[in-house]
């Protein structure tokens, strides 16, 4: 079954979804902790990280150069055992030999940014423990992510060493196609996520049952328990 990591940074929606029995993971990048506005970094990747026993935790490499991305990728892995560093494959390909460094310093990675088959295959031969595909943005650039999903999941199951994630998803159609073509992962914001649980034809029959249940009991005399609303 399709894992759903969450993508967002606040530590209230992470424990929403959580109550919900929703989350698998977390996945972060630099334009989701500016949303967060002003919040200890380190602080709240910990944060994450301890809210369930064993997940991982994307947390994005923000350097440049190859040491420097190295550097910066040790040091989040020291933080907690949940962190997985996150790390762009780039056009001259340092991301994947940052990649190839951390797979053997035995650090979990997951190579994002990512649009093509050619750029996931790539990732996964360089040891990334997950790969990125962006879905819309892949689509917005006149790819087929779906084909492409279908296409690459087959090898990486067969190599059992890295992990389709598909991220940029923007409505719950989106989710429906990705776990329809059997990616790993989706990682989803918490907007889309609410609205996968509201259909209005659902809404309508539950308010149908409801009414009909009232009637039931006003005609047979039964004493219905207070609503908590």
Known sequence: MTQIFLDTASAEEI?????????????????????E????????????????????????????????????AQMYSKWHKNVVVKVAMDKDGVGLRVVKRLHDEGIRTNMTVM????????????????????????????LDPVKTIREVTPYLRKRQESKLICGSIRKPEDVEEIVAAGADIATITPKVLR??????????????????????????????PASTK
């Open 15 to 35: 424990r929403e979804f959580l109550s919900w029995g929703i989350g698998d993971g977390v996945t972060t990048n630099q334009k989701i902790f500016l949303s």
């Open 195 to 224: 609205q996968m649980v509201f259909h209005p034809r659902t809404e309508e029959t539950i308010k149908e049952f409801d009414d009909a249940w009232k009637d039931f009991a006003a005609k047979n005399n039964l004493v219905l």
């Open 115 to 142: 649009m093509t088959l050619g750029q996931l295959f790539l990732a996964a031969k360089a040891g990334a423990s997950y790969v990125s595909l962006f879905y819309n943005r892949a689509r917005d650039a006149g």
């Open 37 to 72: 506005g002003k919040v200890d970094f380190k602080q709240r990747v910990l944060e994450i990280c301890n809210m369930k026993k064993e997940w991982p935790v994307s947390v994005e490499t923000t350097t440049k150069g190859f040491d420097e991305l190295v550097a910066e």
